[in-house]
């Protein structure tokens, strides 16, 4: 067997790593269809909001990344729907707003130190068990209600307007779909880190849209680049010592490039 | 004459932005098994009514009854088939196959997890087979011409067994053989189908016999219930402007 899957810590963080390359992945598809993969990195960076918390505060930090990332998902769908702006815009607002009041709770909370340097990168070090655990029940729930909804949230990608008009309730839909994207960037910071679980969120369903293929194909194709992204990221890291988020967000960068240039019209 | 509930019942209604109105005060009912066209100059509101109709715009005034129901008590949406004017148009990067789109069409009536069953596969079927697209099935709607794409969006409507199909200017990015193919369809659909069909149009060249009746929209609405006399009738003239014109010209040559 592999020298890497003797330690305990290389287990947890392979498959807390897999499962998060699933539900990025799956969830990534609806995001990038609906030309909102921005959403990932502003989400991501509100989650660091909930980790300065928790670190300053000394609660969990992973379930007040979830609370915060979820609050902050219900306010851009609501300035979204309630305001004349522009969605783009109102992602950079929340993003650099979000990472400000991280950065000056932390500060004043003298906690500015590995820490958080680690939810920022990412560290299969840190994985502990109940993280594993956190990671498979939510995240479960998450894919749950995620298939659930498919073929309504890939029609509302498709055409928010028609479906509409079909009777799907597409604000509801909505709102759900970014609640989930919220709770599965909040699990993944910590393996990924915020500044590079967009990544692997939206890369990957981008690298399956070169290969023109339907619906289901797309997103089976994505979530094969993610799981290879993230196995031969976390090996690489642990072979040659790499920060794990940098590592596997170069390894499905490389598999965009590759599919890119295959798929060359 | 016979009582019936209209399919659509208007009444009243306005609708403006930031003070400006785009439509005042229209009044107007669409039967069932109607054949109707809506033409009318570019910001006269023509997209603005349909829009309204279909619950996508408030009107600031008036109401809409559909099939006797209040828009907003409204649930039974699988009986109006909506096809966007920008169907033809649809982004060529999208992952979906003709049969992805046409399976939307019966996606609103499944509940959670269910997929589709015999009896939606069957819809999707037999809407695909009208619109003659079976054999392109497969196919990524990308690389489908302007012509082969907007039969496959009426397809997705037609899958839901509407009893009232809408389209907005459905012809947009599509070749003259196309459309005339397309609107011998249209009109067979309304004939053999018995599907009530409303549309938005520029092509006024197409205002043919099969037309039962004519919308104009110019902030205000004009039933012709006549559109042959339509064509030449003094108040069209006054609210269409230079268009009317065109339309003498065109009448003169057949």
């Known amino acids: ?265 | 004459m016979k009582f019936k509930i209209p399919i659509f019942d208007v009444k009243n209604l306005s609708f403006g932005v930031r003070g400006q109105k785009i439509l005042s005060h229209i009044s107007l009912e669409i039967f069932n098994g109607e054949y109707i066209a809506i033409i009318g100059p570019n910001g006269g509101g023509k997209t603005t009514l349909i829009r309204m109709l279909l619950g996508l715009e408030s009107p600031s005034e008036g109401t809409i009854k559909l099939f006797g129901k209040k828009l907003s008590n409204f649930k039974a949406w699988h009986k109006v088939g909506y096809v966007p004017q920008r169907a033809s148009l649809v982004d060529a990067n999208f992952p979906a196959t003709v049969l992805d789109i046409v399976n939307m069409g019966r996606t609103a009536q499944r509940t959670l997890f269910s997929f589709l069953n015999k009896e939606d596969k069957a819809a999707v079927y037999d809407a695909m087979v009208k619109m003659d697209i079976l054999d392109l099935k497969d196919k990524m709607v990308g690389t489908l011409s302007g012509g082969q794409r907007q039969r496959v969006m009426i397809a997705r409507a037609l899958a839901s067994k509407p009893e009232i199909l809408i389209l907005d200017e459905p012809n947009t990015g599509v070749d003259i053989v196309s459309q005339r193919n397309f609107y011998a369809l249209l009109s067979k659909l309304n004939k053999e189908e018995k599907i009530t069909i409303v549309f938005i149009t520029h092509d006024i060249g197409v205002i043919a016999d099969d037309i039962g009746r004519l919308f104009t929209i110019n902030q205000k609405a004009i039933v012709c219930n006549n559109p042959k006399e339509a064509l030449s009738c003094e108040e069209m003239s006054a609210l269409y402007g230079i268009e009317a014109h065109l339309i003498h010209n065109h009448k003169h040559e057949h």
């Open chain 1, 1 to 265: 067997m592999l020298e890497m899957l003797e330690y305990e810590f290389m287990q947890r963080a392979l498959l807390a790593g897999m499962l998060i390359a699933l539900l990025a992945s799956i969830s990534g598809t609806f995001v990038v269809l609906k030309r909102y993969s921005m959403i990932s990195e502003t989400l991501a960076h509100s989650a660091l909001v909930g980790v300065a918390v928790g670190l300053v505060a000394g609660f969990n930090p992973l379930w007040i990344a979830v609370l915060v990332a979820i609050l902050s998902a219900w306010l851009i769908e609501y300035l979204r729907s309630s305001f004349a702006l522009y969605s783009d815009a109102i992602l950079a607002i929340l993003l650099s707003g979000s990472l400000a009041i991280a950065v000056i709770i932390v500060s004043l909370g003298g906690a500015f130190n590995n820490s958080l340097f680690s939810y920022l990168f990412g560290s299969i070090l840190a994985v502990s068990s109940d993280d594993v655990i956190t990671i498979l029940f939510v995240g479960t729930l998450a894919l749950a209600l995620l298939l659930a909804f498919a073929k309504e949230l890939y029609f509302i990608a498709y055409d928010e307007e028609v479906a509409k008009t079909s009777g799907i309730k597409v604000k509801l839909l909505n709102f759900l779909l970014v609640t989930v994207v919220a709770v599965i960037i909040a699990l993944s910071i910590r393996i990924v880190g915020s500044l590079l679980i967009g990544a692997l969120m939206v890369i990957p369903t981008v690298a399956a849209l070169q290969y023109r293929v339907g619906f289901l194909n797309t997103m089976f194709l994505s979530v094969i680049f993610a799981l290879l992204s993230v196995i031969s990221g976390m090996t690489l890291s642990f072979y040659f010592s790499l920060p794990s988020g940098a590592t596997i967000v170069l390894c499905v960068l490389l598999i965009f490039i590759i599919s890119l240039i295959g798929n060359k019209k």
